[in-house]
């Protein structure tokens, strides 16, 4: 099974063919807090206050355009909650991809990284 630190390494790519359950729970293993959550991954992120929280959504914004797979964000004053599914695997009927826990696992790098300035 890939490490995080080969996820990392990864870029985004064309697939057509979802991964199996079996194939998603070994993903799920090597990323910390990530859980499916219906036909997504997902994962939830406290912050501070809403300016750390918003630095953190712009932050993801730029990773995913990069990545050019982008989730479904749920913003709060303190927390964001991300959620990935590929829409264009199985024929177009979707599913979870590698693509999938490739962004996962960069968003938990920046995560991990002091993203949002000091406070004065």
Partial sequence: MMSQTELLRKKSH???????????QQYLTVLDGWSL??????????????????AFV??????????DHHPE?????NRCVVKFYTHSVNEGL?????????????IDALAGNQFAPMSH
């Fill in 14 to 24: 064309p697939v057509d063919q979802a991964l199996t359950p079996e194939e998603i």
């Fill in 37 to 54: 959550q219906g036909l997504h991954i997902a994962k939830s992120f406290e912050f501070k206050n809403y300016y750390q929280t918003i």
């Fill in 58 to 67: 712009n932050a993801i914004a730029f990773i995913v355009h990069t990545e």
């Fill in 73 to 77: 964000l749920e913003v709060g004053y």
């Fill in 94 to 106: 979707g599913g979870i991809s590698e693509n999938d826990f490739i962004c996962a696992a960069k």
